[in-house]
């Protein structure tokens, strides 16, 4: 078996796992937010941010959610990690911007976060200070989901199938799952633009 069928393979079995409650469990929650007039943070580090950064546009142009990624703005990111530290870059973040309990976080992670072997601590204290606040907290995670998956009102984990590929699966389902969501009938308000094309 060649590299690329090993790794397709991988992805196909990895298809076959994901929890398809788990899915819906986010889209609900996510409906829920827009119709309460809640506002959508998309949080991520990484090759998670630049998933983030996508996510917000799909879901402000086809579902019309007012979403916002913090990593969109890299000399407010980098100021705060500068000044502040890394840590707390996104719950500082999202004080400013008055984080409310009709919001929502969705988390776009590879593990998660996990304050015990000190990854992406900044992740863990944005839920928690989420959860402070009554915001409802989703995620898009791989591994074991660490933090997001254990403080989340609704999270899809990416099955891990092999340990050696962790990051580019969990980082590729994170993009098939969040295009999932914005085509999901609860969610998509807007046509895209191919498939209105006649």
């Not at 090993?6 to 929650?29: G, N, W």
């Not at 976060?113 to 898009?140: D, F, H, M, Q």
């Not at 933090?147 to 969990?170: E, F, G, R």
């Amino acid at each position: 078996m060649t590299f690329t069928e090993q790794f397709l393979a991988e992805a196909t079995e990895i298809l076959k796992q994901i929890d398809v409650s788990a899915v819906e469990r986010v889209a609900a929650k996510l409906a829920e937010c827009r119709a309460r007039g809640g506002r959508l943070f998309i949080l991520g580090v990484g090759g998670s941010a630049a998933n983030a950064s996508h996510a917000v546009n799909d879901f402000r142009k086809i579902c019309g959610f007012e979403a916002y990624a913090p990593t969109d703005n890299v000399s407010e990111l980098t100021a705060r990690t500068n000044d502040e530290g890394w840590a707390g870059v996104f719950d500082s973040w999202l004080r400013v911007s008055r984080l409310r309990e009709q919001d929502a976080l969705l988390v776009f992670s590879v593990g998660g976060g996990n304050l015990e072997n000190n990854v992406s601590p900044n992740l863990v204290a944005a839920v928690r200070y989420a959860k402070t606040v009554g915001a409802t907290v989703t995620g898009i995670v791989g591994r074991d989901g660490g933090y997001t998956a254990q403080a989340a009102d609704a999270c899809v984990i990416v099955p891990t199938v092999n340990t050696k590929h962790v990051t580019p699966h969990a980082e590729a389902f994170q993009a098939v799952i969040w295009h999932l969501l914005v085509t999901h009938p609860s969610l998509k308000q807007s046509e895209t633009k191919w498939e209105s094309v006649k």
